[in-house]
């Protein structure tokens, strides 16, 4: 593991202290997951740390946070791009799959199952019978296809998709309850409702920005966008109104 992602794991712990015990302090559920990007290259769930590279993923135990130790490295394949955890699972997405793992054994997650799909680059988010991925073409890691791919995943072994949304230059995506936020770059923010969640309907788009990634925080949208981030807050009737924007 070179230098850099061994600081990353310092930075990450130490940065995860007060999110840590705040979470413990209003819930008792082990598989709590720290949110992030779904575009990241790491995230918390179990009181463990994962951070994936271009072919493997490690496992840091946060039992000390201050001190964490590499508990197992798992070789993954080739061209991993980001992580995304829910519950008792992790999602990884790599310009050619969708891998999911579980965390029965928090310490070394084992391979459940592999989504291949159209080569791409692969941000992935997840419920609990559900997987969405974004794929685009023209990207750094290939493609011909730009869209939304609906998977279900409740057989873990054998995901299956189930549905293909056309978009035009998709990055990230975040879940809120029964909303999914895809960021489209330069054709702004969907938000689409999952009532039906294998056939998201779009109900609105939120224009002015080249959005890249979305992170949720209760009723808050942190958008990476391009030139810095922006900040939205949710209302009633899915409105998205703009409360700040931090410029690089």
């Known amino acids: 593991m070179n230098r850099f992602y061994s600081f990353l794991v ?8 007060y999110a840590c015990s705040k979470d413990s302090a209003k819930s008792t559920t082990p598989g709590t997951a720290g949110q992030a990007g779904s575009l990241a290259r790491f995230t918390i769930g179990w009181k463990h740390l994962y951070i994936v590279d271009g ?31 829910f519950k008792d699972k992790l999602f990884i997405g790599s310009q050619d799959a969708m891998y999911i793992y579980s965390l029965t054994n928090p310490a070394q997650p ?28 023209g990207a750094t890691c290939g493609g011909t296809q730009s869209a939304l791919l609906v998977y279900d995943v409740s057989n873990v ?9 056309a978009l035009k230059s998709p990055y ?25 969640p294998i056939r998201p ?9 080249v959005f890249f990634d979305v992170i949720i925080s209760d009723d808050l949208l ?21 409360m700040a924007k931090i410029t690089n």
């Open 55 to 85: 072919q493997k993923l490690y496992a840091y135990s946060l039992a000390n946070a201050t001190t964490p130790q590499l508990k197992s490295t798992a070789e993954l394949g080739f061209n991993i791009e980001t992580i995304y955890s």
């Open 201 to 209: 309907q779009l109900v609105k788009q939120v224009k002015g920005e």
């Open 110 to 137: 084992s391979k459940l199952g592999t989504a291949s799909h159209v080569r791409a680059c692969d941000p992935v988010v997840a419920t609990d019978s559900v997987a969405y991925v974004t794929v685009r073409a």
């Open 222 to 242: 942190i958008c990476m966008i391009e030139g810095g981030t922006a900040l939205f807050q949710l209302g009633a009737n899915d409105a998205v109104t703009m």
């Open 10 to 17: 310092i930075l990450v712990a130490s940065l995860c202290l």
């Open 157 to 165: 072994l054998h995901p299956v998709q189930r549905n293909v949304t």
């Open 172 to 196: 990230g995506l975040g879940i809120r309850d029964n909303r999914l936020y895809v960021c489209d770059g330069p054709n702004g923010l969907n938000v689409y409702d999952l009532s039906d």
